[in-house]
T-cell receptor, first 114, second 113 residues
Framework: AQTVTQSQPEMSVQEAETVTLSCTYD???????LFWYKQPPSRQMILVIR??????QNATENRFSVNFQKAAKSFSLKISDSQLGDTAMYFC???????????FGTGTSLTVIP | DVKVTQSSRYLVKRTGEKVFLECVQD?????MFWYRQDPGLGLRLIYF???????EKGDIPEGYSVSREKKERFSLILESASTNQTSMYLC????????????FGPGTRLTVT
């Protein structure tokens, strides 16, 4: 079975600063996908960024980027120029290549301080 | 854009009641999921369905059942609600063969008293 671990239950960052959220996973699969989801307070969970395991290049979406280390099974999320709207719970997730299994971490609660 | 809706944002039920949570999607996604979300535990999969009338147990199916009579609708049923089923329930969809991840509904916060 796959596992996803987020070891930082809570984090905070000053507005405009950079913060990195950690995620590690365990799998014996070679083909899989990794995701970061954002869940703002009392709002819907949305996809922030995704990474295909077969791609070496790290994914980037505007101020969000990942550091994907396949050998180390690490998938961290970097948020640059943090904004108040980035305050949310962030979940790291793993999906098998066939798309029939999804696993989530326990989440990191990020607070952006003005 | 895919839209996933859930029948209620907040629900309060009494112990022993039968509870129905409904999820409806407006895109033609084959796969639908029910999760419960609890602080410190993340999202845990209750059931998922990969086709009409098909269902598979997730990690925590005890005390729950599901129904998928139509492709766009996936219902979660609590046969006899208990206080330990107080939680946030999230529905999600996924299109076959797509790697872009799941789409989530807004969630239903269920309180069982």
């Amino acid at each position: 079975a796959q596992t996803v671990t987020q070891s930082q239950p809570e984090m905070s960052v000053q507005e405009a600063e950079t913060v990195t959220l950690s995620c590690t996973y365990d799998t014996s699969e070679n083909n899989y996908y990794l995701f970061w989801y954002k869940q703002p307070p009392s709002r819907q969970m949305i996809l922030v960024i995704r990474q295909e395991a077969y791609k070496q290049q790290n994914a980037t979406e505007n101020r969000f980027s990942v550091n994907f280390q396949k050998a180390a099974k690490s998938f961290s999320l970097k948020i640059s120029d943090s904004q108040l709207g980035d305050t949310a719970m962030y979940f790291c997730a793993f999906m098998t290549g066939t798309g029939n299994q999804f696993y989530f971490g326990t989440g990191t609660s990020l607070t952006v301080i003005p | 854009d895919v839209k996933v809706t859930q029948s209620s944002r907040y629900l309060v039920k009494r112990t022993g009641e039968k509870v129905f949570l409904e999820c409806v999607q407006d895109m033609d996604h084959e796969n639908m999921f029910w999760y419960r979300q609890d602080p410190g535990l993340g999202l845990r999969l209750i059931y998922f369905s990969y086709d009409v009338k098909m269902k598979e147990k997730g990690d925590i199916p005890e005390g729950y059942s599901v129904s998928r009579e139509k492709k766009e609708r996936f219902s979660l049923i609590l046969e006899s609600a208990s206080t330990n089923q107080t939680s946030m329930y999230l529905c999600a969809t996924l299109r076959d063969g797509r790697s872009i991840g799941q789409y989530f509904g807004p969630g239903t916060r269920l309180t069982v008293t």
